[in-house]
């Protein structure tokens, strides 16, 4: 995990992130997923890759 990068985040149904502990498991609409690994550990310049991806849970959309 790199500094500063949450490996999940929680969105709510108007697209603004829920903090941990999230008391209401309703709440949640999506999740997103961030993975970040550095690059190059031995060498004089490290870098970093991220990559995230985002799930949206079927079973608590409004828009059906």
Do not use: C, H, W
Request: charged share 20%.
């Amino acid at each position: 995990k790199l500094s500063g990068v949450n490996l999940f985040k929680y969105v709510s149904q108007n697209n603004t992130e829920l903090t941990v502990p999230i008391t209401d498991l309703d709440a949640i609409k999506t999740i997103q997923i961030n993975l970040a690994v550095r690059e190059n550990v031995g060498s004089s310049d490290p870098g970093s890759q991220q990559m995230s991806l985002s799930v949206t849970l079927r079973n608590r959309k409004t828009n059906l």
